[in-house]
């Protein structure tokens, strides 16, 4: 029979691993917040102050700004959850089961705004940085793959107009419903998230669908 000495004690409530995990995040966090306010100009001293390590600590978890970089956009991107990729949410199994096209690019565009949220403010420093170009191109190379899986579902849900296929619907959607176009409406003329989305909405099932 076990004493209570035989117990197994718990294990440490923040684990060393844990706790680089969080310092890790904690960098990029703050990294992404001084990326959008002051561009890819930003010294990693203040990057480090922020996050409140040493910049040596910063150099060891990333190398170099760059790497930093493409860290920040997939915290963008992925949020602060770290969300599943998007044909696992819950959004897109509502997208799969919609009956409407135009339902399906509402369902589309609104689960959309919280990304473009946090993508697009620092969008305009991976399209000006030459070094960072790489990483936006394949950031929307695989933004366009998964718009074009979203629209391979949503086309059975409506008619596409005269001159219209999956390609050409894929392109429309890709240019308006992008980080871009979102900045311009919200982030320069001031429009709220949600009134923009549903313009752009009906704007998109309008040039697409009869």
């Known amino acids: 029979m076990s004493s209570a000495e035989d117990v197994p004690t718990q294990p440490p409530a923040r684990p060393k691993q844990e706790r680089a995990r969080q310092t890790r995040r904690r960098m990029i966090e703050a990294a992404y917040s001084l990326f959008c306010e002051q561009g890819y100009g930003v010294p990693l001293t203040e990057v480090a102050a922020a996050a409140g390590v040493s910049v040596q600590n910063v150099y060891l978890a990333f190398q170099n700004k760059r790497q930093l970089a493409r860290e920040a956009l997939q915290l963008a991107v992925h949020g ?4 599943l990729p998007p044909h696992e ?3 897109f199994q509502r997208l799969l089961k919609s009956t409407d096209a135009g339902d399906a690019i509402r369902i589309w565009v ?5 990304v473009y949220g946090r993508v697009a403010p620092i969008a305009s420093m991976f399209i000006a940085e030459p070094e960072l170009s790489d990483t936006w191109e394949r950031s929307e190379r695989l933004r366009m793959f998964g718009f074009r899986q979203a629209m ?3 086309a059975s849900k409506g008619t596409f107009r005269r001159g ?3 390609d050409t619907a894929v392109q429309v959607m890709f240019v308006l419903l992008s980080p871009a ?3 311009e409406f919200v982030g320069r003329l001031g429009w709220a998230p949600d009134r923009w989305g549903s313009w752009v909405a009906d704007v998109l ?3 697409i669908f009869v």
């Open 181 to 183: 176009v979102y900045q």
């Open 205 to 207: 099932t309008r040039a």
């Open 89 to 91: 949410q819950p959004w």
């Open 80 to 83: 602060p959850d770290l969300d």
């Open 152 to 154: 391979a579902a949503v």
């Open 110 to 114: 609104e689960n959309t705004l919280p």
């Open 164 to 166: 219209c296929n999956l």
